[in-house]
């Protein structure tokens, strides 16, 4: 079973900065792309940035400069550092990883992920 378990959310005032953390578990043959989107009540999840297994990041623009996602390959780890945050940054943050893994009948190639970590700017 392949899991991935947020961590590093919380408050934070206007102008401060969080790292998110998100690691994966279980029996993986090898993890593609790695992301995190963000979401609030009534809006559709959206794109905060991914980042390829070769490190090439993309960033939604509203992030590009003050939000930066890097991985740790061999923690199995995407993180998220977040500085400079406004009170549009508010929303529950879920990370996504392309996951292949072996199973009983085959190879399975699919997204996973997280169970959302809430992140809170205060103006």
């Known amino acids: 079973q392949v ?9 934070v005032q206007a102008g401060g900065s969080l790292r998110l953390s998100c ?8 993890i593609y792309a790695m992301g995190w989107y963000r979401q609030v009540p009534g809006k559709q999840r959206e794109l905060v940035g991914s980042i390829t297994s ?10 590009k400069g003050r939000f930066t996602i890097s991985r740790d390959n061999a923690k199995r780890t995407v993180y998220l550092q977040m500085n400079s945050l406004n009170p549009e940054d508010t929303a529950v943050y879920y990370c ?19 169970q959302g970590t809430q992140v809170t700017v205060s103006s």
Do not use: M
């Open 96 to 114: 996504n990883a392309d996951i292949k893994r072996i199973t009983a009948s085959g190879v399975e190639r699919r997204d996973y992920w997280g």
């Open 3 to 11: 899991q991935l378990v947020e961590s590093g959310g919380g408050l």
């Open 23 to 30: 690691a994966a578990s279980g029996v993986i043959f090898n």
């Open 54 to 63: 070769e490190s090439k990041t993309n960033y939604a623009d509203s992030v």
